[in-house]
Protein backbone atom coordinates (compact mmCIF):
# COMPACT_ATOMS: atom_id res chain seq x y z
CA UNK A 1 0.00 0.00 0.00
CA UNK A 2 1.08 3.38 -1.27
CA UNK A 3 1.60 6.23 1.91
CA UNK A 4 0.15 9.17 -0.21
CA UNK A 5 -2.63 10.90 1.43
CA UNK A 6 -4.00 11.57 -1.78
CA UNK A 7 -4.92 7.43 -2.76
CA UNK A 8 -8.46 6.57 -1.75
CA UNK A 9 -7.56 3.69 -0.67
CA UNK A 10 -5.95 4.83 2.35
CA UNK A 11 -8.98 7.21 2.90
CA UNK A 12 -10.08 4.68 5.72
CA UNK A 13 -7.03 5.31 7.49
CA UNK A 14 -6.86 7.99 10.26
CA UNK A 15 -4.10 10.64 10.81
CA UNK A 16 -1.21 10.95 13.98
CA UNK A 17 1.16 13.37 14.21
CA UNK A 18 4.86 12.13 13.99
CA UNK A 19 7.08 15.21 13.99
CA UNK A 20 6.82 18.62 14.58
CA UNK A 21 9.91 21.17 14.51
CA UNK A 22 10.13 25.31 14.74
CA UNK A 23 13.27 26.28 12.98
CA UNK A 24 14.80 30.22 12.93
CA UNK A 25 17.04 29.75 9.76
CA UNK A 26 19.60 32.32 7.96
CA UNK A 27 21.20 30.92 5.10
CA UNK A 28 20.05 27.50 5.36
CA UNK A 29 20.85 24.31 2.26
CA UNK A 30 20.33 21.14 2.76
CA UNK A 31 22.60 19.54 0.11
CA UNK A 32 20.95 16.37 -0.51
CA UNK A 33 17.28 15.59 -1.49
CA UNK A 34 15.04 13.40 0.83
CA UNK A 35 11.50 11.90 1.29
CA UNK A 36 9.12 10.97 4.22
CA UNK A 37 6.85 7.82 4.44
CA UNK A 38 3.93 10.76 5.95
CA UNK A 39 2.61 13.89 4.86
CA UNK A 40 4.93 17.43 5.32
CA UNK A 41 3.40 20.60 5.96
CA UNK A 42 5.92 23.34 5.64
CA UNK A 43 4.38 27.06 7.03
CA UNK A 44 6.57 29.61 6.54
CA UNK A 45 5.97 31.90 9.73
CA UNK A 46 8.43 34.63 8.18
CA UNK A 47 11.04 34.94 5.77
CA UNK A 48 10.97 33.03 2.67
CA UNK A 49 12.07 29.32 1.56
CA UNK A 50 13.03 27.52 -1.52
CA UNK A 51 11.84 24.35 -1.91
CA UNK A 52 13.36 22.04 -4.98
CA UNK A 53 11.24 18.82 -5.07
CA UNK A 54 10.91 15.70 -8.29
CA UNK A 55 8.15 14.93 -10.25
CA UNK A 56 7.50 12.73 -12.65
CA UNK A 57 10.70 12.67 -13.55
CA UNK A 58 11.21 16.53 -13.34
CA UNK A 59 12.50 18.31 -10.77
CA UNK A 60 11.00 21.39 -9.91
CA UNK A 61 11.53 24.76 -7.49
CA UNK A 62 8.79 27.00 -5.85
CA UNK A 63 9.65 29.68 -3.14
CA UNK A 64 7.38 30.12 -0.32
CA UNK A 65 7.20 33.46 1.25
CA UNK A 66 5.75 34.95 5.11
CA UNK A 67 2.11 32.77 5.58
CA UNK A 68 2.73 30.61 2.49
CA UNK A 69 2.62 26.77 3.11
CA UNK A 70 3.11 23.92 0.98
CA UNK A 71 2.33 19.94 1.56
CA UNK A 72 4.40 17.34 0.55
CA UNK A 73 3.22 14.06 -0.13
CA UNK A 74 5.17 10.92 1.39
CA UNK A 75 7.75 9.68 -0.65
CA UNK A 76 8.84 12.71 -2.46
CA UNK A 77 12.58 13.66 -3.18
CA UNK A 78 12.74 17.26 -2.03
CA UNK A 79 15.40 19.59 -0.20
CA UNK A 80 14.92 22.99 0.88
CA UNK A 81 17.01 26.29 1.39
CA UNK A 82 16.39 29.59 2.63
CA UNK A 83 17.71 33.15 1.75
CA UNK A 84 19.63 35.82 3.47
CA UNK A 85 17.83 37.55 5.63
CA UNK A 86 15.86 35.67 8.85
CA UNK A 87 13.40 32.72 8.21
CA UNK A 88 10.94 30.88 10.92
CA UNK A 89 9.90 27.76 9.16
CA UNK A 90 7.63 25.30 10.99
CA UNK A 91 7.25 21.62 10.17
CA UNK A 92 4.54 18.76 10.79
CA UNK A 93 4.51 15.36 9.36
CA UNK A 94 1.65 13.74 9.92
CA UNK A 95 0.86 9.55 9.25
CA UNK A 96 -2.37 7.95 8.06
CA UNK A 97 -2.38 5.22 10.20
CA UNK A 98 -4.79 2.14 9.10
CA UNK A 99 -7.52 1.37 11.42
CA UNK A 100 -6.61 3.55 13.78
CA UNK A 101 -8.16 4.56 17.17
CA UNK A 102 -9.60 7.91 16.37
CA UNK A 103 -11.02 9.14 19.59
CA UNK A 104 -13.34 10.88 17.36
CA UNK A 105 -14.24 7.63 15.63
CA UNK A 106 -13.17 9.38 12.25
CA UNK A 107 -11.74 8.25 9.06
CA UNK A 108 -10.03 10.81 6.48
CA UNK A 109 -12.88 9.52 4.59
CA UNK A 110 -15.45 10.47 7.10
CA UNK A 111 -13.82 13.54 6.94
CA UNK A 112 -14.09 14.38 3.67
CA UNK A 113 -17.70 13.49 3.22
CA UNK A 114 -18.45 16.12 6.15
CA UNK A 115 -16.74 19.52 3.86
CA UNK A 116 -16.77 19.33 -0.07
CA UNK A 117 -13.50 21.64 0.39
CA UNK A 118 -11.65 18.48 2.00
CA UNK A 119 -13.07 16.13 -0.55
CA UNK A 120 -11.68 18.93 -3.62
CA UNK A 121 -8.08 18.92 -1.64
CA UNK A 122 -7.39 15.46 -1.38
CA UNK A 123 -8.86 14.30 -4.47
CA UNK A 124 -6.67 17.02 -7.16
CA UNK A 125 -3.87 15.47 -8.65
CA UNK A 126 -0.73 17.21 -7.14
CA UNK A 127 0.83 16.11 -4.49
CA UNK A 128 2.98 19.31 -3.56
CA UNK A 129 0.36 21.61 -2.91
CA UNK A 130 1.21 25.48 -2.50
CA UNK A 131 -1.14 27.95 -0.98
CA UNK A 132 -1.70 30.56 1.38
CA UNK A 133 -2.60 31.32 4.61
CA UNK A 134 -5.95 33.06 4.68
CA UNK A 135 -5.77 33.50 8.15
CA UNK A 136 -6.76 30.09 10.05
CA UNK A 137 -3.69 28.09 9.73
CA UNK A 138 -1.51 29.11 11.22
CA UNK A 139 -3.11 29.70 14.63
CA UNK A 140 -4.05 25.88 14.46
CA UNK A 141 -0.92 24.64 13.42
CA UNK A 142 0.49 26.76 17.11
CA UNK A 143 -2.20 25.00 19.07
CA UNK A 144 -0.73 21.71 17.84
CA UNK A 145 2.71 22.89 18.63
CA UNK A 146 1.90 23.48 22.27
CA UNK A 147 -0.43 19.83 22.14
CA UNK A 148 2.39 18.43 20.49
CA UNK A 149 4.84 19.63 23.73
CA UNK A 150 2.53 17.91 26.16
CA UNK A 151 2.83 14.63 27.35
CA UNK A 152 0.83 12.63 25.21
CA UNK A 153 -0.96 15.60 23.72
CA UNK A 154 -1.01 14.07 20.12
CA UNK A 155 -3.66 11.75 21.64
CA UNK A 156 -7.76 12.03 22.03
CA UNK A 157 -10.43 14.17 21.19
CA UNK A 158 -9.37 17.94 21.16
CA UNK A 159 -6.05 17.24 19.14
CA UNK A 160 -8.57 15.13 16.58
CA UNK A 161 -10.46 17.93 16.53
CA UNK A 162 -7.36 20.27 15.81
CA UNK A 163 -6.18 17.61 12.96
CA UNK A 164 -9.55 18.37 11.67
CA UNK A 165 -9.70 22.05 12.02
CA UNK A 166 -6.52 21.93 10.52
CA UNK A 167 -7.08 20.47 7.02
CA UNK A 168 -10.53 22.07 6.85
CA UNK A 169 -8.73 25.59 7.12
CA UNK A 170 -6.39 24.19 4.19
CA UNK A 171 -9.53 22.60 2.34
CA UNK A 172 -11.02 26.30 2.61
CA UNK A 173 -7.44 28.15 1.35
CA UNK A 174 -7.29 25.56 -1.53
CA UNK A 175 -10.75 26.33 -2.65
CA UNK A 176 -10.29 30.71 -2.58
CA UNK A 177 -7.50 29.83 -4.62
CA UNK A 178 -9.47 27.34 -7.40
CA UNK A 179 -12.04 30.12 -7.17
CA UNK A 180 -9.47 32.99 -7.70
CA UNK A 181 -8.32 31.71 -11.06
CA UNK A 182 -11.61 30.95 -12.05
CA UNK A 183 -13.36 34.18 -11.79
CA UNK A 184 -12.58 37.54 -12.51
CA UNK A 185 -8.68 36.79 -12.09
CA UNK A 186 -7.38 38.95 -15.28
CA UNK A 187 -8.69 41.90 -13.32
CA UNK A 188 -7.15 40.99 -10.03
CA UNK A 189 -3.96 40.25 -11.34
CA UNK A 190 -3.79 43.83 -13.16
CA UNK A 191 -4.92 45.08 -9.77
CA UNK A 192 -2.52 43.27 -7.84
CA UNK A 193 0.50 43.94 -10.13
CA UNK A 194 -0.29 47.34 -9.74
CA UNK A 195 -0.42 47.69 -5.84
CA UNK A 196 2.83 45.41 -5.95
CA UNK A 197 5.14 48.03 -8.38
CA UNK A 198 3.61 51.47 -6.24
CA UNK A 199 2.31 50.10 -2.78
CA UNK A 200 5.29 52.50 -1.46
CA UNK A 201 3.73 55.56 -2.41
CA UNK A 202 0.38 56.79 -1.95
CA UNK A 203 -1.88 55.18 -3.98
CA UNK A 204 -6.50 55.61 -4.47
CA UNK A 205 -8.16 52.53 -4.80
CA UNK A 206 -10.17 54.64 -8.09
CA UNK A 207 -6.83 54.36 -9.86
CA UNK A 208 -6.09 50.90 -9.01
CA UNK A 209 -9.41 50.65 -10.98
CA UNK A 210 -8.76 52.66 -13.45
CA UNK A 211 -5.47 50.72 -14.39
CA UNK A 212 -6.93 47.52 -14.13
CA UNK A 213 -9.77 48.72 -16.42
CA UNK A 214 -12.85 48.19 -14.56
CA UNK A 215 -15.00 50.20 -12.00
CA UNK A 216 -14.40 50.63 -8.13
CA UNK A 217 -17.76 49.26 -7.20
CA UNK A 218 -16.47 45.60 -9.04
CA UNK A 219 -13.30 46.34 -8.15
CA UNK A 220 -14.29 46.33 -4.28
CA UNK A 221 -16.48 43.31 -5.25
CA UNK A 222 -13.71 41.07 -6.44
CA UNK A 223 -11.67 41.78 -3.53
CA UNK A 224 -14.39 40.94 -1.11
CA UNK A 225 -15.18 37.75 -3.14
CA UNK A 226 -11.65 36.51 -3.65
CA UNK A 227 -9.24 37.85 -0.81
CA UNK A 228 -12.49 38.17 1.50
CA UNK A 229 -10.81 42.03 2.24
CA UNK A 230 -10.95 45.48 1.23
CA UNK A 231 -8.80 47.15 -2.02
CA UNK A 232 -7.08 49.35 1.56
CA UNK A 233 -6.83 46.40 3.84
CA UNK A 234 -4.91 44.22 1.15
CA UNK A 235 -2.59 47.22 0.25
CA UNK A 236 -1.83 47.21 4.28
CA UNK A 237 -1.38 44.11 4.63
CA UNK A 238 1.13 44.07 1.44
CA UNK A 239 3.04 47.02 3.01
CA UNK A 240 3.20 45.39 6.10
CA UNK A 241 4.77 42.58 4.49
CA UNK A 242 6.97 44.38 3.16
CA UNK A 243 8.42 45.91 6.48
CA UNK A 244 8.27 42.66 8.17
CA UNK A 245 10.61 41.84 5.03
CA UNK A 246 12.85 44.88 6.17
CA UNK A 247 12.90 44.09 9.80
CA UNK A 248 14.36 40.27 9.07
CA UNK A 249 16.58 41.27 6.52
CA UNK A 250 18.31 44.67 6.87
CA UNK A 251 19.17 47.30 9.80
CA UNK A 252 17.65 50.12 8.16
CA UNK A 253 15.90 52.06 10.71
CA UNK A 254 12.26 51.91 11.60
CA UNK A 255 11.73 55.29 11.08
CA UNK A 256 12.73 55.10 7.12
CA UNK A 257 11.17 51.65 6.77
CA UNK A 258 7.69 53.23 7.40
CA UNK A 259 8.89 55.42 4.36
CA UNK A 260 9.36 52.99 2.39
CA UNK A 261 6.66 50.99 2.51
CA UNK A 262 4.88 53.69 1.59
CA UNK A 263 3.17 55.21 5.27
CA UNK A 264 3.16 58.88 6.14
CA UNK A 265 3.65 58.56 9.57
CA UNK A 266 4.99 56.55 12.24
CA UNK A 267 1.69 55.88 13.75
CA UNK A 268 0.08 54.82 11.19
CA UNK A 269 2.57 52.48 10.61
CA UNK A 270 3.22 50.78 14.20
CA UNK A 271 -1.01 51.30 14.08
CA UNK A 272 -1.39 48.81 11.55
CA UNK A 273 1.81 46.69 11.93
CA UNK A 274 0.49 45.78 15.56
CA UNK A 275 -2.99 45.34 13.99
CA UNK A 276 -0.97 42.63 11.68
CA UNK A 277 1.73 41.14 13.67
CA UNK A 278 0.65 41.56 17.18
CA UNK A 279 3.71 43.36 18.19
CA UNK A 280 4.85 46.48 17.49
CA UNK A 281 7.77 47.12 14.82
CA UNK A 282 10.33 47.71 17.61
CA UNK A 283 9.05 44.53 19.69
CA UNK A 284 8.76 42.49 16.20
CA UNK A 285 12.64 43.15 15.76
CA UNK A 286 13.88 42.21 19.38
CA UNK A 287 11.97 39.18 19.40
CA UNK A 288 14.05 37.45 16.25
CA UNK A 289 16.47 35.97 17.57
CA UNK A 290 17.98 31.69 17.13
CA UNK A 291 14.65 29.12 17.56
CA UNK A 292 14.90 25.81 17.75
CA UNK A 293 12.02 23.39 19.12
CA UNK A 294 11.23 19.62 17.83
CA UNK A 295 9.85 16.87 18.68
CA UNK A 296 10.10 13.26 16.92
CA UNK A 297 7.52 10.52 18.01
CA UNK A 298 8.64 7.95 16.15
CA UNK A 299 11.65 7.25 13.60
CA UNK A 300 11.16 8.22 10.01
CA UNK A 301 11.72 6.08 7.23
CA UNK A 302 13.46 8.27 4.70
CA UNK A 303 14.95 7.82 1.38
CA UNK A 304 18.01 10.31 0.35
CA UNK A 305 19.31 11.01 -2.81
CA UNK A 306 21.76 13.28 -4.59
CA UNK A 307 20.38 16.19 -6.11
CA UNK A 308 20.40 16.90 -9.26
CA UNK A 309 23.55 18.81 -11.27
Known amino acids: MSNSVFDKNNWNSWFRATYYAVNTWQNYKIDYAHSHDRLELLYVYYGELTLLYEEDGEWKEITLYSNDYVLIDADILHAIRTGTGVSQVISIEIKLVPDTNSALKYTLRHLISCDAAIGELFSQPQRVVRLSDEGHVSSIMHELQRC???????????????????????????????????????????????????????????????????????????????????????????????????????????????????????QNFSKQFIKQIGLAPSAYRRQLKDTHSEKNFEANRNFVSELPK
Open 148 to 266: LGEPAGHEGTYFDLLISALFAAIGNDCARHRYSVRSGIKYLRRAADFIASNFHREIGCGEIARDAGVSLNYLNRLFSEQFGTTVNTYINHLRIQEAKRLIERTDIPLTEIYRQVGYKTN
